[in-house]
């Protein structure tokens, strides 16, 4: 089945710096890869996705990139803000829907 | 619009009882929904696969017998935890599919149980 790996596990950034989250699967059936922002004791939220005929793609201050040969792909977040303090999970998808979750990324940005 | 609910969103329960956990895709229907269960600081493990009519794809590892998924119809799903154990506690989140073989998911809000 799919793995998928995501690093760091943690990251605390200034407020304003950029922050990068990294991620990695192992299906090179998967075809969507969505990103997704919890926070504590709530639903994840999706905040960038990207299909795999795209290699990148952009919302404002986070993009997303992604490189199917290597099956990595990465999320950006610029000019980062208090309120980006989450924790951020990638996913990896195939047509049939079944979504495997990186270990989740805790992100900390101090004001 | 995609807007996906769960109820209860908090339950407590003594050991032995069985709890069921309803996720209903409010403005749209879901030929598939899926369950999940995350523990604290951890990630979202995928349980089952549901599919309105046929019976539900388990994960490796989930006991079927123990997590009663039933999609009775396509705005409806339930998961029933039987038997349940403190080391049930946990948040379940259901999600949905908008249209099959589209690969993104709405999520519902989370059930939080609590297994005395």
């Known amino acids: 089945g799919e793995n998928v790996e995501q690093h760091p596990s943690t990251l605390s950034v200034q407020e304003g710096d950029s922050a990068v989250i990294k991620c990695t699967y192992s299906?090179?059936?998967?075809?969507?890869f969505p990103w997704y922002k919890q926070e504590l004791g709530k639903r994840p939220q999706l905040i960038i996705d990207?299909?795999?005929?795209?290699g990148e793609k952009k919302d404002q201050r986070i993009a997303v990139t992604l490189n199917k040969t290597a099956k990595h792909f990465s999320l950006h977040i610029t000019e980062t803000q208090p309120e980006d303090s989450a924790v951020y999970f990638c996913a990896a998808s195939t047509n049939a829907g079944k979504s495997t979750f990186g270990d989740g990324t805790t992100l900390t940005v101090k004001p | 619009g995609a807007v996906v609910s769960q109820h209860p969103s908090r339950v407590i329960c003594k050991s032995g009882t069985s709890v069921k956990i309803e996720c209903r895709s409010l403005?749209?229907?879901?030929?598939?929904m899926f369950w999940y269960r995350q523990f604290p600081k951890q990630s979202l493990m995928l349980m089952a696969t549901s599919n309105e009519g046929s019976k539900a794809t388990y994960e490796q590892g989930v006991e079927k017998d123990k997590f009663l998924i039933n999609h009775a119809s396509l705005t409806l799903s339930t998961l029933t935890v039987t038997s349940a154990h403190p080391e049930d506690s946990s948040f379940y989140i259901c999600?949905?599919?908008?249209?099959?073989?589209?690969?993104?998911?709405?999520f519902g809000p989370g059930t939080r149980l609590t297994v005395l």
């Open positions: 403005d749209f229907q879901a030929t598939t």
């Open positions: 990207i299909r795999s005929n795209v």
């Open positions: 299906d090179s059936a998967s075809n969507y």
């Open positions: 999600s949905a599919s908008l249209l099959a073989g589209v690969a993104e998911q709405f």
